[in-house]
């Protein structure tokens, strides 16, 4: 009784202060994982979390022991994450300088440019068939994939995709991030899908595609050395036999800024609108 009846009081005397203190707390939570999604940090975020819950009804229960205990371990903890996570604390803090990332669904506009010249890029490798793998980053940074591979923050350009991969140069050989309106990197390790439900027929290349998508709210083009055949895969599920147009579509649909088509639409009626005028 004695336990609900803290609780009672504690809530009684909760004041405007204390919610907007829990909401700003919540939040920073919020971003943090968000930054740190799909990297090596983010398990131990986790972990961290719930120690510090667990703490917390420590606190709450009285037991002096267990909380000192709980309090020790976060601060040794704390110290520990930011020596052995720096160059993941160091990029989620550039990605929050920053603002989102490429191909977001908000506030950066898209640059039809560079979905043609991937379209492009994608449509010649097909023709010739010559195997790709390009991976579009949305919200959810890649950092931990770009480091696996050779950095180029190159802009997108058709001629410049079809080198990567063509057989036999150094970097044909993983998979192209891009981000930001540039090829971030080549040549980076993707993560392979367990799941049991993938055709046999898919290789390592579709395979890998479907698992970084299972990962990550990004959109990935692959291109089949065997067939020639365009495939994109998003949220663990893929969707073949792409031609050029139907491609250009389908990226266009998923990565085209609703704000910009909205404004675009709304900057048209008012045009319309002077003219009737």
Same mark, same amino acid.
């Given at each position: ?65 267990? %909380? ?79 480091? %696996? ?129």
């Amino acid at each position: 009784m004695n336990f609900l009846e803290n609780i009672i009081t504690s809530l009684m005397l909760i004041r405007v202060t204390d919610i907007i203190d829990i909401a700003i707390i919540a939040y920073v939570i919020y971003k943090l994982f968000s930054l740190l999604r799909n990297t090596r940090a983010e398990q131990v975020l986790k972990g961290l979390i719930f120690v510090l819950i667990f703490a917390s009804i420590a606190d709450l229960l009285n037991l002096n022991t267990v %909380s000192w205990v709980m309090n020790q371990f976060l601060t040794v903890a704390l110290v520990f994450i930011i020596v052995v996570f720096q160059p993941e604390l160091r990029s989620a803090l550039e990605r929050l300088g920053r603002g989102r990332s490429l191909f977001s669904n908000d506030k950066i506009q898209r640059d039809e440019r560079s979905i043609n010249e991937l379209v492009s890029a994608m449509s010649s490798l097909s023709r010739q068939k010559i195997g790709a793998l390009v991976v579009l980053e949305r919200e959810v940074g890649l950092a931990d994939i770009i480091e %696996s591979g050779t950095k180029l923050d190159a802009d997108i350009s058709s001629e410049l995709l079809i080198n990567i991969f063509i057989p036999n140069t150094p970097l044909h050989d993983g998979a192209v991030i891009i981000r930001k309106n540039t090829i971030a990197a080549a040549a980076c390790y993707l993560p392979l899908s367990s799941s049991n439900t993938i055709s046999k027929e898919l290789g390592t290349r579709h395979r890998a595609a479907i698992g970084i998508s299972e990962k990550s709210d990004c959109l990935v083009v692959i291109v089949s050395e065997e067939t020639g055949n365009i495939s994109v895969a998003e949220n663990g599920k893929i969707n073949r036999y792409f031609d050029e147009e139907s491609l250009r579509i389908r990226l266009k649909n998923d990565l085209v800024n609703n704000e910009t088509i909205a404004s675009a639409i709304k900057q048209k009626k008012g045009e319309a609108n002077e003219k009737e005028k």
